[in-house]
């Protein structure tokens, strides 16, 4: 039976492990990304509703207060005809200005609420648009990763249960000098020859050896990165 063989078929199970260990990892952060931003566009309609109703109010006070202002205008406007003195004329007229001034500012600001009531409600029509198809997105997504990750899990322990069978081929130094090196290079332990160099590191193996790894079924350890090199037949 080859020696290599088993462990080659050990890390091709840890590489499988590993991969689906970052998927299950990941798959719930997904899903909570998709919540908050979720979240988010709730909060962002609900605060701009309420503006929204500040806003509402705020243009109908201005409009009574133009209504005032322009009823009290008209008013002074007419007594003016009726006066007898230029002091009079005079206090009457400029009342009026200041009334007019008064109202050109409310104006001002109803203009500036009007405004900011319809770049608001463009912007809530378009974030509830958005938020109805993320919840449908939401929903869909969450049980296809909810299938995922049980699909995942069953992998898992199937390819668990596989390792722990694969165990028993390998020699106890053998694999505890491959579990030190996959500790130590994020995983991967045994790697293939790429030409004549290490297809972890890249390091280039002397001829001699490159002959041995073809040729012999020994462990050979890169000096460089120390993982075990095969030779792919
Ligand atoms: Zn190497």
């Known amino acids: 039976?080859?020696?290599?063989?088993?462990?080659?078929?050990?890390?091709?199970?840890?590489?499988?492990?590993?991969?689906?260990?970052?998927?299950?990892?990941?798959?719930?952060?997904?899903?909570d990304k998709l919540r908050f931003e979720e979240e988010g566009l709730i909060n962002d309609v609900k605060e701009g509703k309420v503006r929204l109703k500040e806003i509402e109010l705020s243009l109908n006070k201005a409009e009574h207060?133009?209504?005032?202002?322009?009823e009290k205008i008209n008013k002074l406007k007419d007594q003016l005809s009726l006066v007898t003195s230029n002091k009079q004329y005079?206090?009457?007229?400029?009342?009026?200005?200041?009334?007019?001034?008064?109202?050109?500012?409310?104006?001002?600001?109803?203009l500036e609420f009007e405004e900011e009531k319809e770049t608001l409600s463009n912007d809530i029509n378009e974030k509830e648009e958005n938020l109805e198809s993320l919840s449908n997105d939401l929903s869909v997504r969450r049980v296809k990763l909810e299938q995922l990750m049980s699909e995942s899990a069953e992998n898992k322990s199937a390819l668990e249960k596989e390792r722990d069978k694969k165990l028993v081929h390998?020699?106890?130094?053998?694999?505890?000098?491959?579990?030190?090196?996959?500790?130590?290079?994020?995983?991967?332990?045994?790697?293939?020859?790429?030409?004549?160099?290490?297809?972890?590191?890249?390091?280039?193996?002397?001829?001699?050896?490159?002959?041995?790894?073809?040729?012999?079924?020994?462990?050979?350890?890169?000096?460089i990165c120390s993982r075990f090199i095969y030779y792919k037949k």
């Open 1 to 31: 039976m080859s020696k290599i063989l088993p462990l080659i078929e050990l890390q091709d199970l840890d590489t499988q492990l590993r991969d689906i260990n970052e998927l299950l990892g990941d798959l719930p952060k997904k899903v």
């Open 65 to 70: 207060q133009m209504a005032d202002l322009k």
């Open 90 to 110: 005079d206090a009457l007229t400029q009342e009026i200005e200041y009334l007019k001034q008064e109202l050109d500012e409310v104006e001002l600001k109803d």
């Open 170 to 223: 390998i020699d106890e130094s053998v694999l505890s000098r491959y579990m030190r090196i996959s500790t130590a290079r994020e995983g991967l332990a045994v790697v293939n020859l790429e030409g004549s160099a290490c297809g972890g590191c890249g390091f280039v193996i002397p001829p001699q050896d490159v002959t041995d790894i073809r040729d012999k079924d020994n462990f050979y350890n890169c000096d």
